[in-house]
């Protein structure tokens, strides 16, 4: 970390001098590597028209933190990351054995989800407040040991990109086709739901439960209105988060609001105006 904040200290902000506001070099660090993480996952969330399934998994992830809670764990995040990963692949098995669509499935787990999480959390009359964080998020609270591992996170998701790029793409876009060329379809969905739920859980205390979908959605829906092939989707949608990503966090530490939706409004407001300019042409 020495490194990243000598870094940092070259940039002409007050917070950036030396000797001081850690938690928000932290927090930009902490930025710089969820942002690319959605903007890529994004993507394929929107290519494959899972656009709640990063719902449906903070949900879930909501539900592992309360069993985390009630079973006494130091740190219920694993907990969550544990459920999430289960709940994830739980739901490519329901949906690869039923006839219902993705949204109708998506539906059911959510809700039951949520659900059960609420239930947990208020089990035995508890009281839902100390939940309250995970719905905001506070990017400010930012452990350099998470960092470190969203980074490793990261450099999976790229590798794993790099790798099975055209099997994702074709797996989500004609699954049929897919099994009949050789490939796993099952275990490529399994593959990416695994990583967005991970994703998904460990920076939900940061950027929020209640926009957390957003992030994994606006990136390339902004840049399906302008790309003119896939190189440019992929391009488009990871600049613009990273981008949205800076701009959301610099705003809320100067007119001390909440990252996530600063975030989040950047994004939304990058999506009308590339819709606005897709019109246009």
């Known amino acids: ?32 590597v969820i942002s690319p993480l959605f903007g890529i996952l994004s993507t394929m969330v929107v290519h ?48 690869r054995r039923t006839h219902l669509a993705s949204d109708t499935v998506i539906g059911v787990f959510s809700s039951t989800a949520v659900a059960l999480g609420i239930f947990l959390s208020t089990l035995g009359g ?16 930012v452990e350099p040991g998470k960092i470190g591992l969203l980074a490793v996170i990261l450099f999976l998701a ?15 876009v004609h699954p049929a086709l897919a099994d009949s060329r050789g490939i796993q379809v099952f275990w490529q969905e399994a593959m990416f739901s695994v990583a967005v739920a991970v994703v998904v859980t460990l920076s939900m205390t940061w950027v929020g439960l209640l926009v957390i979908n957003s992030l994994l959605v606006l990136p390339a829906a902004a840049a399906r209105n302008v790309a003119r092939n896939m190189t440019q989707y992929h391009l488009i949608s990871f600049v613009g988060a990273v981008v949205a990503g800076f701009a959301g966090l610099m705003t809320s530490y100067y007119i001390d ?10 994004l939304a407001v990058w999506f009308f105006l590339s819709f606005l300019f897709r019109k246009k042409g």
């Open 48 to 95: 494959s028209r899972m656009s709640f399934f990063s719902d449906a998994l903070g949900h879930s992830a909501f539900t592992g933190m309360a069993i985390g809670a009630i079973c006494g764990f130091s740190e219920p995040t694993w907990a969550a990351v544990i459920f999430s990963i289960f709940f994830a692949l739980l739901f490519n098995l329901v949906r």
């Open 1 to 32: 970390m020495e490194l990243w904040y000598s870094l940092v200290e070259l940039l002409p902000f007050e917070w950036a001098e030396p000797g001081g506001m850690y938690f928000m070099k932290n927090a930009l660090l902490a930025v710089l």
């Open 257 to 266: 609001a909440s990252a996530g939706s600063a975030i989040t409004l950047y």
């Open 158 to 172: 790229v590798v794993l990109w790099c790798l099975s790029f055209n099997q994702l793409m074709l797996s989500a």
């Open 126 to 141: 508890r009281s839902f407040t100390k939940f309250n964080n995970l719905l905001i998020g506070d990017i400010l609270s």
